[in-house]
């Protein structure tokens, strides 16, 4: 018995030996263990977070293409909107909303006169004036390298306004006229956008279109008042144009701080204002007087 106690004890401490060699290992193991699903977190946090962040820089750099890098900053990758950057975005949405608008606002009254073939209660003149005005705030403001939120609106209002001064003088006179009218005004738009004309002459351009703004729309609101109604003049032109002016007041101020661009929208708009309330006022007698109109026709 006192030969194998020696042995068992032996065994016993051999068992307990590996046992504890056993508990050991796994003991130094988990740490081991933990230390890498804690890595793989990390990376796994890392990777995301930067994902993120090229997400972010990508959405940045698209919104610095329309707003102030700043802004897009800002509001973007630090969730701040401080007063100036809410001022700046507000009249750039503004600008980009009145030139989406711009491609459309005229469409009405176009529509309206080539699918009456009359230009009857339109005023020539004060459609001729109306562009001229266009003309030069657009080669001003491009001249200026004003911001195109600011002014872009001016091409496309050209464009539909030379159609509309086109079709006018069409139904008014004939196709000859109105074909040397787009030629000659086709010209005119190239000498002073081209740079060939100075700056000092198309500051006294965009001077100039405070008396002539008004004046195109005095020529259509005096015809308006004789003829005791509005003819074929769009009523939704004519909000849309007022709407249009009373915010480029707002967006002028903002983008550009030009004194003669702000007070040269805020007449189009008083003048904008009084062709409405003279659609608006003369609404049934114009319906009556169209459909005398269409009645001769018939």
Known sequence: MDKSMPKYQAHM?????????KFDVRSLLTPL?????DLQINLTTVHTKDTMNS?????????S???PKNCCHEILDEFLVTKPCLSAVVSKTLGYGIIAGSTLVKMPQLVKIWSAGSGIG??????????????FSAAYAFANHFPFSAWGECLFLMAVTALIAYLVLKY???QLSALTFLVVYTALTFVLMSGLTPMSILWSLQALNLPVAISGKMFQAFINLRNGNTGQLSAITAVLLFLGSFARIFTSIQETGDQLVVWTFAVASVANFLLVSQIGYYWNQTNLYLK????KKL
């Open 122 to 135: 339109i005023s020539f003149t004060g459609v001729v004036l109306e562009l001229i005005a266009m003309t």
């Open 55 to 63: 997400s972010a820089s990508q959405l940045t750099e698209l919104c």
């Open 33 to 37: 263990l933990n230390l890498n699903t």
């Open 13 to 21: 401490f051999g068992v307990v030996t590996v046992v504890n060699c």
């Open 65 to 67: 293409l329309l707003y």
């Open 292 to 295: 005398s109109l269409e009645k």
């Open 172 to 174: 008014q006179r004939n």
